[in-house]
């Protein structure tokens, strides 16, 4: 194991953050696998996951059992840590510029699209180590101006090359779920029954830059557009990537880490970056995966306190009621207001807060027919 400090721009005078990256096998070995948790800073179950991880990597590096290479950041956000306002974790957001710490990520297909016909040839394991070295050429290249921008070079340096991808974020109270994109679904199905997630959603692309999706994202985009300028080398798609989301902020305990932290362990032996002395066991899907798109966000048109009458994980049809928006200083009965769900699936989120503004959002139900476009992720 091979523990890195990664400085990154200082953005004042006596000021240095400092990214940690752990590395787990040989730095050429393959499958690589990149695992960071908690890039929204205050979602806090990756970390404590991050922290069993390193103990059950150890074992696996000691006894001579792992195969490929594993990268894992416990703490991806050096920046979103030290930013509390009134007591409270601001981890989603930089202070500075306001931009969400997982988007915004550079466009890679697009920053290697001209070079890249001048390396690609027939072979297609060639033209991913090809495609692999104009990205790692591009990002040392890429200067940059803050300390945010730093961070997000730093990630991608150490994850651009990786096979698998695996970003742990939460909710605020949630179902364990998984977000990816349509080309990754194949290699991270195992993941979804080895975690039991009770959602899966599923996008061609999500919009926003998200950190995952510029990773995956990279072999698609450049094939296609490649093609669509008349060439037409062989370019599979050399990475799977995932944003798995933990439960809920609140759900930060053993219990719950011990069991992700095995479950990622058993996925490792299962895409051979592990070896297993017996093949781990791949249960059901609890879940039918679903469109982003289809995904409906509940809110209420009212202000009031937001008494729930559903829970993350529970099944709801059109109209069900999944909670009452109360002002109890209206008049008469129109201090109750309903919200229904308007598409039938799983209810894999709600809100923390339970006092809603005109338009707040209430929760989040993962419908099977896709009804939206633009740009599917929220702020």
Not at 74 to 96: C, K, V, W
Request: glycine residues 8%; proline residues 7%.
């Amino acid at each position: 194991m091979q523990r890195t400090e990664h400085p990154l721009l200082s953005p004042s005078l006596g000021a240095q953050k400092t990214l940690i990256s752990f590395q787990y096998g040989a730095a050429d070995a393959r499958p690589k696998v990149y695992i960071q948790a908690s890039l929204h800073a205050e979602e806090l179950p990756g970390m404590l996951v991050a922290h069993h991880l390193r103990t059950q990597l150890e074992a696996a590096e000691r006894d001579g059992r792992l195969l490929g290479q594993v990268v894992l950041v416990p703490a991806a956000n050096p920046i979103g840590l030290a930013q509390r306002l009134d007591h409270r974790a601001m981890g989603r957001f930089e202070f500075d510029t306001a931009e969400n710490f997982n988007r915004h990520y550079p466009d890679l297909a697009e920053a290697v699209l001209q070079e890249a016909p001048t390396v690609l040839g027939r072979d297609a394991q060639t033209n991913v180590a090809a495609v692999r070295q104009l990205v790692k050429a591009w990002l040392h290249r890429w200067q940059p101006d803050t300390e945010l921008v730093s961070l997000r070079r730093e990630l991608l340096l150490l994850a651009h090359d990786a096979d698998t991808v695996i970003d742990l974020h939460c909710d605020a109270e949630a179902a364990l779920h998984l977000y990816s994109e349509e080309a990754c679904w194949p290699a991270l199905e195992p993941l979804a029954r080895l975690l039991g997630c009770q959602a899966v959603l599923l996008a061609r692309e999500s919009g926003g830059g998200p950190f995952d999706e510029r990773l995956s994202g990279l072999w698609w985009q450049l094939a296609a557009r490649l093609k669509d300028a008349g060439h037409s080398f062989p370019l599979p798609q050399a990475c799977a990537s995932t944003t798995v989301e933990l439960r809920g902020e609140a759900d930060v305990s053993h219990e719950h880490a011990q069991a992700d932290s095995a479950a990622i362990m058993d996925y490792l032996c299962h895409i051979g970056a592990i070896r297993a002395d017996v093949a781990p066991v791949l249960p059901p899907l609890p879940c039918e995966p679903t469109p982003l798109a289809g995904s409906q966000t509940l809110r209420s048109p009212l202000p009031g306190v937001l008494a729930l009458r559903a829970r993350p994980g529970q099944k709801v049809s059109v109209g069900e009621v999944v909670a009452d928006v109360i002002d109890p200083t209206s008049p008469g009965d129109s201090r109750v207001h309903t919200v229904r769900a308007e598409v039938a699936g799983v209810l894999y989120a709600t809100v923390r807060e339970r006092y809603l503004v005109a338009g707040g959002e209430v929760g989040k139900i993962a419908g099977a027919v896709p009804f939206r476009s633009g740009d599917l992720l929220g702020a």
